[in-house]
């Protein structure tokens, strides 16, 4: 070791030597060796007294790495403006590191004007020196038909050549148009051994797409520790995407145990990233108290930065807190504002409480005809809360809107999403020939969609249609079954007809009802 240090400041001294007589090249190696500290105590500003010497007498190599100090602000204030003059010198003498980064600044508008033209110009002049950054950038210029016109073709082309010489942001590009089959065939396959190429070499793009493929087994069998893996490995580069997906994994339980410890670390580094969805998730984190001490302020705190990134949901939880005074001071005209929000974008929820509030007058004017706009904007969405409350609406004969066949088509959308009032109401509808045709079939029939769901009095209804034969033929044990579960749910009606079903049963029908799980009355 000391002899080799020996040998660098030998080096050094004979360099010097050189480059105080003229020499261009002992010039270049000197600031090379200030640079890095070779033979010598690094210092970037000697570094670039030395390359300037070289660059000056036209070393396209010293002119290059000039370039590059002062862009990069090593040695020297950052200048693009200088750093261009270098790199137009070394590119215009062939050097296609520098041709490469003279087209960067000009797509940039860098310390010269911006222009694409110019940027393609220097691009395929490095792309064609076999230079991988030109040509994958070079592709993506005929990929988006910036400069040039969009050539899906051409764009491929460059990409492969790029790709071919290991360049990761290539590969990624390539695997890119294989998986939507943008100037190529479609093929899975291929877009995956692309990804994983780049992803071997680090690039956190490729890692996180090779992740989702895995995720969703996707041209791939679903491997949730080969998803982590990958996930992982972008996201300790702080792919902001990875890391969210790898809350959302340990929050769910996706293909792993459920672990709200970790869910939390991967919002949080997300979360801070700016990433909206995490911002969301952390503040619910805090809200419900899931893997961190229930906090609703620091809940509000995360909310707001979802919400003022546009995130609908976070609106929608930021509008509750403010409703229910939780972790921000209760203010109604507050909650409004951040419920219309979401509402305006599409939130099914919100659009329905927005429609409550005008509907009761909560924190704004009471509006029945406001209510019921917000309430088909999230019926029409098939929000079933909505359709049954719009059904109510135009149930009413002191309605903005009363009409029963408008009413009945509603609870019918509600009924036929399993909504249990919208059931119960529509048999009653069918039962009596309310704003239809009476139908007792089609009213036992909503009537045991409720009852299933434990409505009492659809299964004290249901119960009675099996007794007498209303709509089906009469069953006994039918109506037996329905109205003891309408007796047990607090249907005192249901008693006196039971007694009636059980009349008509042998004993050891009875003992054999008596005897099933569930149907025994209270």
Not at 126 to 147: R, S
Not at 171 to 195: C, E, H, P, S
Request: glycine share 10%; net charge neutral.
């Amino acid at each position: 070791m000391q002899r080799h240090a020996q040998t660098e400041v030998d080096e050094f001294l004979r360099l010097r030597h050189l480059a105080e007589r003229g020499v261009a090249s002992a010039q270049h190696s000197l600031g090379f060796m200030y640079f890095n500290g070779q033979g010598v105590a690094q210092s970037h500003e000697l570094a670039v007294a030395w390359y300037r010497q070289a660059a000056n007498a036209g070393l396209e190599h010293a002119q290059y790495n000039l370039g590059v100090m002062f862009q990069k602000g090593q040695g020297a204030d950052i200048d693009f403006a200088e750093a261009a003059h270098w790199y137009q010198l070394a590119a215009e003498q062939g050097y296609a590191a520098a041709q490469y980064n003279l087209g960067w600044l000009y797509a940039k508008g860098q310390g010269v004007p911006h222009d694409t033209e110019r940027a393609r110009y220097w691009f395929a002049k490095a792309a064609e020196q076999g230079d991988p950054g030109a040509q994958n950038n070079l592709g993506m210029m005929y990929d988006t038909g910036k400069g040039v016109p969009q050539d899906f073709a051409q764009a491929i082309m460059w990409y492969r050549k790029a790709a071919e010489q290991g360049y990761a942001r290539a590969q990624f590009n390539l695997g890119l148009r294989y998986d939507n089959g943008q100037g190529v065939a479609q093929d899975g396959k291929q877009a995956l051994g692309w990804f994983r190429k780049a992803a071997d070499q680090g690039y956190a793009a490729a890692q996180f797409n090779l992740a989702l493929r895995y995720d969703k087994g996707q041209d791939v069998p679903a491997d949730a520790a080969r998803a982590i893996k990958w996930y992982t490995l972008a996201a300790e580069q702080d792919h902001v995407s990875s890391q969210f997906n790898l809350g959302l994994i340990y929050d769910n339980g996706n293909g792993v145990p459920r672990d709200a410890a970790l869910a939390l670390k991967w919002y949080r580094r997300a979360a801070e990233l700016g990433h909206a969805g995490a911002q969301n998730n952390l503040g619910q984190c805090y809200d419900h108290g899931q893997g961190v001490a229930q906090d609703h302020r620091e809940a509000a705190h995360w909310y707001r930065k979802a919400s003022e990134a546009g995130h609908p949901a976070a609106q929608y939880h930021l509008a509750l807190l403010y409703e229910q005074g939780q972790g921000v001071p209760r203010d109604q005209q507050e909650a409004v504002f951040w419920y219309r929000k979401a509402a305006d974008q599409g939130h099914l929820r919100a659009q329905f409480d927005i429609g409550l509030r005008y509907e009761t007058g909560q924190g704004v004017p009471q509006d029945g005809r406001k209510a019921l706009a917000w309430f088909r904007r999230a019926a029409d969405q098939d929000y079933v809360a909505a359709q049954f409350m719009l059904g109510q609406i135009h149930d009413r004969d002191d309605g903005p809107a009363p009409d029963l066949l408008q009413a009945n088509a509603w609870y019918r959308k509600a009924a036929e999403q399993g909504h249990t009032l919208a059931c119960f109401t529509l048999g009653l509808r069918c039962d009596n020939g309310q704003g239809m045709p009476r139908d007792f079939q089609q009213a036992l029939s909503w009537y045991l969609a409720a009852a299933q769901q434990g409505h009492a009095r659809a299964q004290l209804n249901a119960g009675l249609m099996f007794l007498s034969g209303q709509g089906t033929p009469a069953d006994a044990e039918q109506a037996w079954r329905w109205l003891s579960l309408a007796e047990r749910g607090g249907q005192p009606a249901a008693t006196r007809h039971l007694a009636a079903a059980a009349a008509r049963l042998a004993p050891h029908q009875l003992d054999a009802l008596r005897a099933a799980p569930g149907l025994l009355p209270a």
